[in-house]
């Protein structure tokens, strides 16, 4: 693996928005488990610590000049991560929730099976104990939606575990839903005819902070996603021709 | 009739005058006070005008001619709300574009210092 790792250009890209609770803690077990692999922290403009404990923790720091939400700043990473070459980038959440453990996994099965996004999945192996009931009728609910569009099921349509190789990221540095992207970011690949696979991850209840999806804006989420979905499905762009598969 | 016409024209009056405040202490810019001046305009000519107010309800098959003018404005307003939506979402893709290229350009400056600094 760290062969394969000196080989290959990755980055390990982390968004964060007040996350002083968690930064440090995440960008310290990422460098643990891959060491010399790059760790970008892009800041959406947190009002605390983020940025200070994330470059104390020795991780490199994008930080937005102001508030962009989770797309916007997940995209900035990829548009600097595709500027500088990198071939892969993993994403992992600043909160704590994704086990930095799980990246070798995602990192290996990014670069042999030829799928142009990995998608660390709690549900894979039935690891999804730990999530809410609302979250896992949501989580079913785009699952059914997402099953025709994409023509097979994704088991874990929200998860923020993700990596993606250098012809996904040449497409997200130019066109990345810019809230809730998880789902959206899905079709979009999905209009390119990409493909993705799922691998098994763990989740850990969130070190600090809450989750920015509240019982009240869960439903503007549902409506939200739904749109942006459809509209993704109905967007005109040339549609790349079918690639022979690699998997 | 005649006190909603009245209503229509104070309505047009005003808005015709706060847009042009708005103008003189650029609030708003020249090229987005046209739409908001034309369909005041629109408003006033129609509420004054009573003749022409009734041949455009015959047209539309409307009874009551305020109720054209009615129409008439909330179409014309609903194309203004409609290009307006247009132009925000484009002035906030902009600006998302603006705010990622700021802060890669940063982070290559920092680069740059860091780079220098430890030469």
Redo the contacts between chains.
Sequence with gaps: MSQAVAEAKLLILIPAFNEEGAIAGVVQAVKDVMPGVPVLV?DDCSQDATVTLARGAGA???????H?GLG?CV??GY??AF?LGYDYVIRVDGDGQHDARDIPGVFETLRTSGCEMVIGSRFVNGNGGQTSRVRTAGIQFFRMVLRPILGKTVRDPTSGFVGVNRRALGVFSRSFP?EYPEIEALVVLQRRRFQFVEVACHMQPRRTGRSSITPMKSIYYIVHVLLGVFVNVLKYERRAPKQSRRV | MDRLLNAMTGLSVLLIVMVLVSVRRARIRVEYSVAWLAGAAALLVFSRARVLLRTVADLLGVTYPPLALVLLVGSVFLLIFYRFSLIISQLKDDN?AL??R???L??HLQALKDHAAGC
């Design positions: 892009v490199q720091i994008l930080a937005l000049p102001h962009l916007g995209q900035a548009k600097l500027e810019l | 998302i705010a990622q700021v802060a890669i940063e982070y």
